[in-house]
């Protein structure tokens, strides 16, 4: 019994210790470039929300970024205005129905030729809303779901771990009774 309460104690603290980090480091947001040129096109990756849909605000975007996805990570793109000054800029992201819930920066370096802006852009400046029959949710899916697992796996993990060595330490301690009784 007393290996009993020795793993039990050791996989609560376990449990204990790991639950908080892992959640603290799954909330944020992650630019792709890490350092857009004025002008140029850039990736978001929101982790922490609970929804499918969210925005991201920031003073170095065109236009607002729809973000979507599932699992605890939206994601979604946008693109840095040509005028815009290098510098380091707020994002805010909105989702689970609360305005500014996750909260990050985005970078702005100089375009490749040294200047402040790159020339004209080869698309449009701003986000086309043309809707895409659901084909953009499900890239937004495929995306989301090879990120790999979250804080949900880690807990679930160690509680399953908890349990298998609480089972192998009470079939332990049963066989080490019966076996002395038969001596």
């Given at each position: 019994m007393r290996s009993l309460r020795i793993t039990l104690c050791v996989g609560a603290a376990v449990a204990a210790v790991f639950a908080p980090v892992a959640h603290a480091a799954d909330a944020g947001v992650r630019v792709t470039p890490g350092s857009p040129a004025p002008g140029g096109d850039i990736q978001l990756r929101a982790t922490g929300c609970a929804g499918r849909t969210g925005t991201?605000?920031?003073?170095?975007?065109v236009a607002d970024a729809r973000l979507t996805g599932e699992d605890g990570a939206l994601v979604g793109e946008t693109r840095v205005p040509t005028s815009l000054k290098p510098g380091t800029y707020d994002i805010k992201v909105s989702c689970d129905g609360y305005d500014d819930r996750i909260k990050g920066t985005v970078t702005v370096g100089?375009?490749?030729?040294?200047?402040?802006?790159?020339a004209a852009p080869a698309s449009p400046v701003a986000p086309v809303h043309a809707g895409g029959g659901g084909a953009a949710t499900q890239l937004a899916?495929?995306?989301?779901?090879q990120t790999g697992p979250g804080t949900w796996h880690t807990v679930t993990g160690l509680v399953l771990a908890s349990v298998a060595a609480v089972a192998v330490?009470?079939?332990s301690a049963r066989r080490s009774r019966h076996g002395d009784a038969r001596d």
């Open positions: 991201a605000k920031s003073a170095a975007f100089v375009a490749p030729d040294g200047s402040a802006s790159p899916l495929v995306d989301a779901r330490a009470v079939r």
